[in-house]
């Protein structure tokens, strides 16, 4: 498995460079912008548990589970 490059506020892998020059990208699906991505096969799949996990929590919260 290959390394992947994934943006670090969403994990989505639809990320674009944005400025050629200075390095700077965009993340097309939450509109993060910056020179910092994610270059890890192993991250994507952290981020999506840690996503579920995240909305497990809060529907525990509000007790809908």
Same mark, same amino acid.
């Given at each position: ?5 994934? *943006?670090?506020?969403? /994990?989505?892998?639809? +990320? ?7 390095? !700077?990208?965009?993340?097309? #699906? *939450?509109?993060?912008? /910056?020179?910092v991505? +994610? ?7 952290? !981020?999506?548990?840690?996503? #579920? ?13």
């Amino acid at each position: 498995m290959g390394k992947t490059t994934l *943006c670090p506020k969403c /994990g989505s892998k639809k +990320i674009k460079i944005l400025v050629p020059q200075t390095g !700077i990208w965009t993340c097309l #699906k *939450c509109g993060y912008q /910056g020179g910092v991505l +994610i270059e890890d096969s192993n991250m994507e799949k952290q !981020i999506k548990d840690a996503k #579920k996990m995240d909305k497990l929590s809060k529907k525990l919260m509000r007790g809908r589970l």
